[in-house]
């Protein structure tokens, strides 16, 4: 079964420093993989996926993801925290080849922005 | 942009009453799901559908739980008899076809079991 290992469940920033979100994925085969964020008291944004393309992958907000095969790795970064950044950031695995298959999240990371 | 929407917002329910989530997915999207969210901890798979009918379901989706696609357009979540421990945010997901199209998550419902 897929699992995903996100490292750190708070991370705080300071306002205009990087930001890193670890994800570490478990699969036999390279997955698709997602990194959604959740606002306060709101549902799930894609933010960016990886599909077998580019391993450098570009997404809303500034925000980047790199997938690296050995490491088995899809670690988030923003070259510099906004205010608004401040959200929970949740990194997901899915299949390549089951057709109807779901999403498995991993724990979630919760950043917190300082002025 | 095309949005999942779910219905209601959020949910009073009291022990052991039934309750029925309401979604209505992206129209041209085939592929439908449900999760949930209990407070403070990570989103957990319950159940996903295609072709009318269960794909996959978790351990947690028991005899309690059951999904319809009654008309084509809704697709409702029903909790037979809600214990405590189903108070949770629950969200419905809907994806067009492989999963490199992604996934698009409506807001979800808050379902407070009292």
């Known amino acids: 079964a897929q699992s995903v290992t996100q490292l750190g469940s708070h991370v705080s920033v300071s306002e205009g420093a990087l930001v890193l979100l670890r994800c570490n994925y478990s699969?036999?085969?390279?997955?698709?993989l997602f990194w959604y964020v959740q606002y306060p008291n709101q549902g799930l944004q894609l933010l960016l996926k990886?599909?077998?393309?580019?391993?450098l992958v570009k997404g809303i907000n500034g925000f980047e993801a790199e997938f690296k095969k050995s490491e088995t790795s899809f670690h988030l970064t923003k070259p510099s925290a906004h205010m608004s950044d401040a959200a929970e950031y949740f990194c997901a695995v899915s299949d390549q080849g089951a057709a109807g298959n779901k999403l498995t999240f991993g724990g979630g990371t919760r950043v917190l922005v300082k002025p | 942009e095309p949005e999942v929407t779910q219905t209601p917002s959020h949910q009073v329910t009291q022990m052991g009453q039934e309750v029925i989530l309401r979604c209505v997915p992206i129209s041209n999207h085939l592929y439908f799901y449900w999760y949930r969210q209990i407070l403070g901890q990570k989103v957990e798979f319950l159940v996903s559908f295609y072709n009318n009918e269960i794909s996959e379901k978790s351990e947690i989706f028991d005899d309690q739980f059951s999904v319809e696609r009654p008309d084509g357009s809704n697709f409702t979540l029903k909790i037979r008899s809600t214990k405590l421990e189903d108070s949770a945010m629950y969200f419905c997901?809907?994806?067009?076809?492989?999963?490199?199209?992604?996934?698009?998550f409506g807001s979800g419902t808050r379902l407070t079991v009292v």
């Open positions: 699969s036999s085969v390279p997955p698709y």
């Open positions: 990886y599909t077998s393309a580019a391993t």
């Open positions: 997901a809907s994806r067009r076809g492989q999963a490199s199209y992604g996934y698009t």
